[in-house]
C-alpha cells in the first residue's frame, strides 16, 4: 500500500519535470534527468535528485541555475497543484547513474579477462 508521501513524490516528480521544461536559465546545459523525489516526513521540503549526463562545466552550472531555479519551480508547482503547502525545492546531484556505469565497464572488463584465459 502507498503512503501519502510516496503518492506525493510521484506527483512532485512529473511536476517538477514539466516546471523545469520551462525554465529559461542559460545555466543549464547536458542532459537533465530528474531521478527522484524524496519528501520530508512533516512535508515541508522536497529533495529532488538529478543526474547530468556532460562535462564537468555542465554539471556545475546546472547545479548553480538550478539552486537558481528553485523558487520558480515552486512558484510554477503552486499554479499547477491545490494543495495546501507546496514543499521548498533543495535540488541533488545524484551520482547513481554514474557509479552504475563504473561498476558495468568493472563487470565487463572481468567478464572479458575470464574469456581471455580460457583455453
Sequence with gaps: MYTRNDRLNALFLVEISIALKSVKDPGLSGF???????????????????????ETEQKQSTTLALKRAAKFVRHVMTKRLSLRVIPEIVFKFDDTPQRADRVDKILNRLSDEEKGKQP
Design 32 to 54: 537533465l534527468t530528474v531521478t527522484g523525489v524524496e519528501l520530508s516526513q512533516d512535508r515541508k521540503v522536497a529533495t529532488v535528485y538529478y543526474s547530468v549526463f556532460g
